[in-house]
């Protein structure tokens, strides 16, 4: 990125609060020097002196910069270091940090409109801090009434939970009462200044007389720097309503504060852990993360009623490389499994998962095995693999052979890393006893079914796509599509590709891999089109402005080759027996 522009106007503080709290120490460093993770800091040569040996240490902690060997070892942090490693002056180090974060560039300007805007940006501010401090209130209360001297009932239910009342306090635990139908904390509230809007704001009631929670065991949700944002409640088995029973979990609404799916339960108390053993574990309930702190594991978070998000996965990526699921033994939390394993191993982290027995959860199994259950979790923990492909060999019944390969190349195919995903194609292969090209072909089609219809894993645009330029919905390509083979797919989204992507260094290999190899296309002359692109009006983008989309390139010019040869093989008379399953896994590109 380069050096910002000073245009001599005052940056508003807004945007300056934006990019200190955005900016990451070691990212902006990294920009600039090669970094190497040490522990849980960072460690390269430093850019200030002859560096022959790394002395520059980065600490993502302290969120500081030092070099311990040479005249300038002060500590610097993501400003300090732009100002010194390249001369900006403050103002031009924020604009650099706000282009680098996404975030707007606003000025201070004296006009009615800017006038307006501050003041909209401050009353934004004073509700995010209202609900944040009427939660801590909320949480307070709660936890009070769950040690008053009626409620011992719900105290007994949570000790016979197997957690004990250091760890309930340490997550601040609390009740919200059955009686008046939750009714005590709007009073309570209201009794100390709080309006009843920002009662609703907060999601803690539905209006002045209608609480939000009723006899439920509650349990604070907090963003990683402690601070409570909202709440999950749940139901008390005792409860006599039987539609409140029904729903066993009851979510703080989303608010200014809290976005479900950018928070993990029990980060706050995790991330210390989390980051001094490289290793997260990811459970389904509030319960479960209570249980593994209670047995020692200490690293434990789930998410906050809903599906594991991209957004979860990189609160904990900058801290651990592997993550341990510890969902329910039953049909939807092995579904959530396979489903987590994509996202993480999207955001770079290699899944694990704890097998849970049958009908059992971490905090059903705190109560078999007591302080023992981190020891039973660390022997039934497997590799992601493992998990997903079992028993299962060639020799398996045909049905559950493709089920169990097709489930386990879609999570491969999630893999960034091009040497850990070789190093997973060649395990399940030795695993299973199938080829090692046969699985490498199985997930390539399963990588290009991605590029073809998108993917929410990925997060890529493919709304350029050639085909999806006639309106067809990513729903419908499928049947619109339709060929007997991948081939013609792999074809039109190799040109959308490039047409998307003008890049010389992807021109070159197109016409090194296709049009010089002798692997022509079918439903369009790929050296015209390869002309066309480097004669046009459009210029060519550089390699570092097409982000990952090579790897995308690379494994639709391989799976189009692959085309090729299977096609030259059948037209010679191969034994389509042994090429058979490679084929229908091919063809089922379209089919899916």
């Known amino acids: 990125m380069t050096k910002p522009k000073n245009t001599g106007r005052k940056l508003a503080q807004s945007t300056i609060d934006r990019a200190k709290a955005a900016a990451r120490i070691e990212e902006v460093v990294g920009d600039f020097v090669q970094l190497t993770r040490r522990g849980s800091n960072f460690v390269g040569r430093c850019p200030f002196h002859d560096d022959h040996t790394p002395s520059f240490y980065v600490s993502p902690a302290k969120g500081k910069a030092t070099c311990f060997s040479c005249g300038n070892g002060e500590s610097r942090d993501a400003i300090q270091f732009l100002r010194d490693h390249e001369s900006m002056t403050f103002a031009e180090a924020i604009e650099y940090l706000a282009k680098r ?10 006009d009615a409109a800017s006038r307006a805007a501050r003041q909209a940006a401050k009353a934004e501010e004073k509700l995010r801090h209202d609900i944040m401090e009427v939660s801590k209130r909320a949480e307070d209360y709660f936890v009070r009434t769950l040690y008053l001297p009626e409620h011992v009932e719900v105290l007994t239910y949570l000790h016979g939970r197997g957690i004990s009342d250091e760890t309930l306090q340490l997550y601040g635990v609390g009740y919200a009462t059955r009686a008046d139908q939750g009714m005590g904390l709007v009073r309570a509230a209201l009794k100390e200044g709080y309006t009843p809007e920002r009662l609703v704001d907060a999601g803690l009631a539905y209006s002045a007389k209608r609480a939000r929670f ?5 349990f604070p949700i907090r963003r990683g720097d402690g601070r409570t944002v909202g709440f999950g409640g749940r139901i008390l088995p005792s409860e006599p309503d039987k539609e409140a029973l029904k729903r066993k979990y009851l979510n703080t609404c989303e608010t200014a504060v809290y976005k479900k799916h950018a928070l993990l339960f029990g980060l706050d108390m995790a991330h210390q852990a989390i980051r001094l053993q490289k290793r997260a574990y990811i459970c389904e309930g509030y319960m479960d993360v209570l249980a593994m702190h209670e047995a020692g594991v200490c690293g434990a978070v789930a998410a906050c009623g809903t599906a594991f998000t991209a957004e979860q996965a990189r609160l904990l990526a900058p801290s651990c490389s592997t993550a341990v699921l510890c969902y329910d ?4 939390g092995a579904k959530a499994c396979v489903s987590t394993m994509k996202v993480l191993l999207d955001a770079r982290i290699i899944p694990e998962v704890f097998v849970v027995p049958a009908g059992s959860d971490p905090a059903s199994l705190l109560l078999a095995h007591g302080h ?15 998990y997903l492909v079992g028993d299962c060999t060639v020799a398996s019944s045909p049905a559950v052979y493709r089920e169990v390969m097709g489930r386990t190349a879609e999570v491969m195919a999630c893999v960034r890393d091009a040497v850990i995903k070789d190093q997973a194609i060649r395990w399940v292969a030795d695993r299973t006893g199938a080829a090692v090209q046969a699985v490498e072909n199985l997930v390539v089609s399963v990588s290009v079914q991605v590029a073809t219809l998108g993917s929410s894993h990925t997060g890529r645009d493919t709304s350029s796509s050639l085909v999806d330029k006639e309106g067809t919905s990513h729903s419908d390509l499928v049947e619109t599509l339709a060929p007997p083979s991948p081939r013609l797919a792999l074809e039109a989204s190799i040109v959308a590709l490039l047409e998307e992507c003008p890049c010389q260094a992807f021109l070159d290999f197109v016409r090194e891999e296709i049009v010089e190899d002798g692997a022509s296309m079918q439903s369009v002359d790929i050296a015209e089109v390869l002309a066309a692109l480097a004669d046009g009006d459009v210029p060519l983008l550089s390699i570092e402005e097409i982000d990952d989309r090579g790897d995308m390139l690379q494994d639709l010019v391989l799976g189009l080759k692959n085309c090729v040869v299977l096609e030259e093989m059948g037209q010679e008379g191969c034994d ?5 399953e490679m084929k229908v896994r091919l063809e089922g590109l379209t089919e899916r």
């Open 101 to 110: 974060y996404g975030i707007p560039i606003e000025y201070e300007h004296d």
């Open 576 to 580: 389509w027996e042994m090429w058979g």
């Open 214 to 218: 009723i006899n439920r065991v509650m």
């Open 329 to 332: 033994g039953d049909t939807a």
């Open 372 to 386: 023992g259950l981190s020891s039973c979790i660390a022997e039934h923990t497997v590799s992601y693999l493992e």
